[in-house]
């Protein structure tokens, strides 16, 4: 990491956080205590119930009891204790689920009609108000503001959730942007090399990557320590486990698997149109799970950024078109209407339903799958709302609640590193926890349902985080 500026108070550098010990609320900042509601060294959530992250059963009348940051004791409301000078709170009606931890959870913002920014104020609070306590990047527009940004907050000095730093994008010589186009082995290290002595750690791969490159650029990622992911086309998914990568964001929809007319290292244009109309279960499908579950090799569903791009599904959450400005949200708007008017999407009802059915084919196959929202497309899959609508399209997928929790937290902790300490609710976890106002198991939709959010065991105020972006997303 980088050395705080200058002009820090030595005395606030010496009680800066460690990255995963617990973070005390007399060293949180006045801009981020205005977003707390819970501050007590001990609290007692009583009677919930609880999807622990675990993949167990939901389990009914629960207590969690929170010290110091960290989930102390977890049990049956009938034989936890709530300890003397406890603050308890009586939850009966509420559900609690582990902090979520989302995979492809940028910090910048991109939407339809070439709108593009870095959410360093709407993101952070977005994703912590939504629930989501752990992000990791997957790929940056803008790294400095990035690593600024986790500073921020490792400090107290910012709300927003635990951030996993990935370096700028690499792609290929067909690519461009913003990204950085490697046309060598040899310049694929030295990027890994320069961004893993700023503090990145993972490497994100995109379209146009080529393989000689990316196995460069994996092989120095691993001997630094660093991991690779990649949102591919150029270079199929069983392409990319042979050259080693440890996960793969998006699923079915960008897999060149599926793809016979493909080229070595040129992404096929017509992806998209085969991907509509490949078998979530044939032959292709069932390889590409096979390489991946063997090679131990992780995937990322972003179903949420998917959806807008499928007509006739219902993309106009109310809070979502609050929080956008309103020159974004009028795009949006239109851009939804043209979809829903004409009947085609880019992505079509079948293509989105097997990109569903293929998770599941890879999650029963033995493979580690976890979520993000992926903030981008045509703008409407929001940071934070848009995990949650995650686990709405898990849901719809076939997946249990205690599946689609898990996938959506104890998962990415684990594809992390972090699940010795955090993604779970287990005792002697760090107390990330949701509060969700009713019962989850019965109505998916509780998810939105988002009261209050412990990150640390401080508990912040859901309504005054997503109150202070209205208006702003798309904007900063
Ligand atoms: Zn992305």
Not at 203 to 219: C, H, M, V
Not at 237 to 257: C, K, P, R
Not at 308 to 313: I, T
Not at 444 to 473: E, H, M
Request: proline share 6%.
């Amino acid at each position: 990491m980088r050395p705080p500026p200058a002009f820090v108070p030595l005395a606030l550098v010496a009680i800066a956080p460690v990255a995963l010990s617990a973070q005390r609320p007399d060293s949180l900042a006045a801009d981020v205590r205005q977003y707390v509601a819970v501050d007590t060294a001990v609290v007692a959530l009583t009677h919930v119930l609880l999807v622990d992250g675990t993949g167990a059963a939901p389990k009914p009348d629960q207590t969690i009891v929170i010290r110091d940051g960290r989930i102390a004791e977890v049990g049956p409301a009938a034989s936890v204790q709530v300890p003397g000078g406890a603050r308890a709170m009586d939850l009966s009606g509420s559900t609690v689920i582990p902090g979520l931890v989302g995979m492809h959870d940028h910090l910048f913002y991109t939407a339809a009609g070439g709108r593009a920014v870095q959410m360093s104020y709407t993101g952070p609070r977005l994703y912590l108000g939504s629930g989501v306590t752990t992000i990791r990047t997957t790929g940056s527009r803008a790294p400095y503001a990035e690593i600024n940004l986790k500073d921020q907050i490792d400090r107290g000095l910012t709300p927003g959730p635990r951030i996993h730093l990935t370096a700028p994008y690499i792609t290929g010589p067909q690519g461009g942007g913003s990204m950085a186009v490697l046309s060598s082995p040899e310049a694929a290290r030295r990027f890994v090399a320069y961004w893993a002595s700023e503090g990145a750690t993972w490497i994100k791969a995109y379209t146009d990557i080529r393989r000689a490159e990316l196995g460069a650029a994996i092989a120095e990622a691993h001997k630094r320590g660093l991991k690779v992911t990649g949102h591919l086309c150029s270079v199929s998914f069983q392409e990319a486990v042979a050259l080693g990568i440890d996960n793969l964001e998006h699923g079915m929809l960008t897999s060149s698997d599926f793809d016979p007319t493909k080229q070595p290292d040129v992404c096929p244009v017509t992806l998209l149109g085969r991907l509509n109309q490949s078998d979530p279960r044939g032959d292709v499908a069932q390889a590409t799970i096979r390489t991946l579950v063997q090679h131990r090799v992780s995937m990322t569903s972003t179903l949420a950024v998917y959806e807008p791009f499928v007509a006739h599904r219902p993309t106009k959450d109310a809070r979502v078109l609050q929080a956008m400005a309103p020159e974004v949200r009028a795009s949006y708007t239109r851009i939804r209407d043209e979809i829903d008017s004409t009947g085609h999407g880019p992505v079509t009802q079948q293509g989105l339903q097997s990109a569903m059915a293929f998770e599941k084919a890879f999650v029963e196959g033995g493979g580690l799958l976890a979520a993000g929202v992926d903030p981008t497309g045509i703008g409407g899959a929001l940071a934070g709302f848009g995990d949650q609508r995650n686990y709405e399209l898990f849901i719809e997928a076939g997946f249990t609640p205690a599946q689609a929790v898990r996938i959506m937290t104890a998962n990415g902790a684990r594809i992390l590193g972090v699940d010795n300490r955090l993604g779970t609710v287990e005792r002697g976890k760090l107390a990330d926890l949701v509060l969700l106002h009713g019962d989850l198991v019965a109505e998916p939709s509780v998810i939105r349902n988002v009261t209050l959010v412990f990150k640390d065991g401080v508990g912040y105020d859901s309504a005054k985080l997503i109150g202070s972006v209205q208006g702003r997303v798309g904007v900063n």
